[in-house]
T-cell receptor, first 113, second 114 residues
Framework: DQQVKQNSPSLSVQEGRISILNCDYT??????FLWYKKYPAEGPTFLIS?????DKNEDGRFTVFLNKSAKHLSLHIVPSQPGDSAVYFC????????????FGRGTSLIVHP | EPEVTQTPSHQVTQMGQEVILRCVPI?????FYWYRQILGQKVEFLVS????????KSEIFDDQFSVERPDGSNFTLKIRSTKLEDSAMYFC????????????FGPGTRLLVL
C-alpha cells in the first residue's frame, strides 16, 4: 500500500545544476507535505514543508512545488552541491489527524563535483 | 542544538531473544515516536506516545512490541521475542506539542536478528 510514491530510486546530477526530486501521493486527505534528507548513519532531517493551501514554498536553494490536482509534489535544489548528496524522503500527513507522516521509499541523490 | 539520541547504534541478537532499544528525546518535547526502516524499503510508523500512554499504533506494532518511558528522559522500545523480519533500522523521533510540527529523528539503531 504505497500512499506516497517516489518512483526514482536514484538521481545523479552535476554540481551547479538543478536537482528535481518527484513524489506522488494517492490519499486525497493528505494536506501537509514534507521533505526529509538523510545522510548515512543518521536519522532523517526535516528539510522543507508545504501546506495544501499553497503551491510553492521556498527556502534558500530548496523549493517545493505542490500540484494538488495531480497529487504530485517536487523538490527543486538549485544550484546542487556535493553536500546535497543524500537520500531524500517525501512524506505526507493530515493536519486534522495525528500529524504522523507517511513516507515514500526515498530517492538517493548524488551530486557530482 | 538539542537532538534526539539513541542507543545502541547497532545490535545483533539471536532469534527469539528480547531486545530493548533506547532513546532520549529532546527535553521539552512531549510526543514520542518509533519508526522502522527495513533495508531498501520506506520508513514505517510503529507507535506514538503521549502523556505516558500509546496514542496511536500501526499494524506492525503487535503484542511482541511495547514502549515505555521509565523516567523523565528515556523512551524505550522492547521487542519480546525477535524474529528475522524484525531486522531493520529503528528510529526514535520526538516533537513539541501543538500545531503542525515536524518531528526530530534520532540517528537510529540498526538491529540484526540472526
Amino acid at each position: 500500500d504505497q500512499q506516497v510514491k517516489q518512483n526514482s530510486p536514484s538521481l545523479s546530477v552535476q554540481e551547479g545544476r538543478i536537482s528535481i526530486l518527484n513524489c506522488d501521493y494517492t490519499n486525497s486527505m493528505f494536506d501537509y507535505f514534507l521533505w526529509y534528507k538523510k545522510y548515512p548513519a543518521e536519522g532523517p532531517t526535516f528539510l522543507i514543508s508545504i501546506s495544501s493551501i499553497k503551491d510553492k514554498n521556498e527556502d534558500g536553494r530548496f523549493t517545493v512545488f505542490l500540484n494538488k490536482s495531480a497529487k504530485h509534489l517536487s523538490l527543486h535544489i538549485v544550484p546542487s552541491q556535493p553536500g546535497d548528496s543524500a537520500v531524500y524522503f517525501c512524506a505526507a500527513s493530515r493536519t486534522g489527524g495525528s500529524y504522523i507522516p507517511t513516507f515514500g521509499r526515498g530517492t538517493s541523490l548524488i551530486v557530482h563535483p | 542544538e538539542p537532538e534526539v539520541t539513541q542507543t545502541p547504534s547497532h545490535q545483533v541478537t539471536q532469534m527469539g531473544q528480547e531486545v530493548i532499544l533506547r532513546c532520549v528525546p529532546i527535553s521539552n518535547h512531549l510526543y514520542f515516536y518509533w519508526y522502522r526502516q527495513i533495508l531498501g524499503q520506506k520508513v514505517e510508523f510503529l507507535v506514538s506516545f503521549y502523556n505516558n500512554e500509546i496514542s496511536e499504533k500501526s499494524e506492525i506494532f503487535d503484542d511482541q512490541f511495547s514502549v515505555e518511558r521509565p523516567d523523565g528522559s528515556n523512551f524505550t522500545l522492547k521487542i519480546r521475542s525477535t524474529k528475522l523480519e524484525d531486522s531493520a533500522m529503528y528510529f526514535c523521533a520526538s516533537r513539541r506539542t501543538g500545531g503542525v510540527e515536524t518531528q526530530y529523528f534520532g540517528p537510529g539503531t540498526r538491529l540484526l536478528v540472526l
